[in-house]
């Protein structure tokens, strides 16, 4: 497609549900992002997969939180047991490889988010 | 450990004034830093970085080592500048962004 979509738009689950939400990047697009907003706060690093593996999953808050990537394109963000301080709007982005070696974050293309409510 | 303050949450200007956004950043090595831009009702869009030395939408940000600053600039801002502005950070060597907590924009009419 021609952006980086995410779907559900919305979400609204029960405390101790189990949720799955969705991304799908550009086609092509090696390097995924999965990020998350809270309300009144700047965006914050869960995880990013280069290709299939997670190249980096330091952002995850605990075991609760699990993506992935099993293809190299479509990625799934999984919540187990979910808390109302999971609420919050995720967000995915996607980069292309190539990009990097010219302009090194340069083609960062952010979804338009989910947003989770946990009630 | 990276990370980006942006001392104002809101910031309200009239058309034609002058407008500068803060970005303070700390970081042991050298980083990469920009500017990206979130419209009403749309997705996170990057504005510009510190890179490519360019000026967007009017927009120029200086990176000032010494002072660790990125401040956001434009010298007649207009009613479509309202919206919400991060500055994020990332190492040269790595890839994820560290974004400070944003900066709502309002320019009044």
């Known amino acids: 497609g021609a952006g980086v979509s995410q779907t559900p738009s919305n979400k609204v689950t029960e405390k101790g549900k189990y949720v799955e939400l969705r991304c799908d990047p550009i086609?092509?697009?090696?390097?995924l992002y999965w990020y998350r907003q809270s309300l009144g706060q700047g965006p914050e690093f869960l995880i990013y997969?280069?290709?299939?593996?997670?190249?980096?999953d330091s952002g995850l808050p605990n075991d609760r939180f699990f993506a992935v990537r099993p293809e190299g394109s479509v990625s799934t963000l999984k919540i187990q047991r979910t808390e109302r301080g999971d609420s919050a709007v995720y967000l995915c982005?996607?980069?292309?490889?190539?990009?990097?070696?010219?302009?090194?974050?340069?083609?960062?293309?952010f979804g338009s988010g989910t947003r989770l409510t946990v009630v | 450990a990276q990370r980006v303050t942006q001392p104002e949450k809101l910031l309200s200007v009239f058309k034609g004034a002058p407008v500068e956004l803060k970005c303070n950043y700390s970081?042991?090595?050298?980083?990469?830093l920009f500017w990206y831009v979130q419209y009403s009702r749309q997705r996170l869009q990057l504005l510009l970085r510190?890179?490519s030395r360019e000026s967007i939408k009017g927009f120029t940000a200086d990176l000032n080592k010494g002072e660790t600053s990125f401040h956001l600039k434009k010298p007649f801002a207009q009613e479509e500048d309202s919206a919400m502005y991060y500055c994020?950070?990332?190492?040269?060597?790595?890839?994820?962004?560290?974004f400070g907590e944003g900066t709502q924009l309002t320019v009044n009419p």
């Open positions: 982005a996607s980069r292309s490889l190539g990009d990097r070696g010219l302009r090194f974050n340069y083609g960062y293309t």
């Open positions: 086609s092509g697009h090696t390097a």
């Open positions: 997969f280069q290709g299939t593996g997670a190249a980096d």
């Open positions: 970081y042991s090595g050298s980083p990469e």
């Open positions: 510190h890179i």
């Open positions: 994020a950070l990332s190492p040269l060597s790595g890839s994820r962004l560290t």
